[in-house]
């Protein structure tokens, strides 16, 4: 079992920056595919980034350039640094830990974090 736990959601102004941060405790941290989703209101939970374990980073093409993913396996640690923000970032922030690497899709993935919400003000 994986838990997960975000944390540095907030609200921010347009062009700002936060950084998110989702601590894993439970299983070897190195083992497991990371990625971040995000859900606003009234749309479908949707694909930002993925680490997987062999290093390797994958983005959403809305947040190509402006969001980066990283991890630090010793830390049981995985974080989205989000430049740039604009009102359509505007979404609650899931971590989300799997067993295989490769994907974009919620299914691929086995446990999820409770949710930060993230408000980005025009």
């Known amino acids: 079992q994986v838990q997960l736990v975000e944390s540095g959601g907030g609200l921010v102004q347009a062009g700002g920056s936060l950084r998110l941060s989702c601590a894993a405790s439970?299983?070897?941290?190195?083992?497991?595919?990371m990625a971040w989703f995000r859900q606003a209101p009234g749309k479908e939970r949707e694909f930002v980034t993925a680490?997987?374990?062999?290093?390797?980073?994958v983005y959403a093409d809305s947040v190509k350039g402006r969001f980066t993913i990283s991890r630090d396996n010793p830390k049981n640690t995985v974080y989205l640094q989000m430049n740039s923000l604009k009102p359509e970032d505007t979404a609650v922030y899931y971590c989300?830990?799997?067993?295989?690497?490769?994907?974009?899709?919620?299914?691929?993935?086995?446990?999820w974090g409770q949710g930060t919400p993230v408000t980005v003000s025009s």
């Open positions: 439970g299983r070897t941290f190195s083992r497991y595919a």
């Open positions: 989300a830990a799997g067993t295989t690497d490769g994907s974009r899709t919620e299914r691929a993935y086995n446990y």
């Open positions: 680490s997987w374990t062999g290093g390797s980073t």
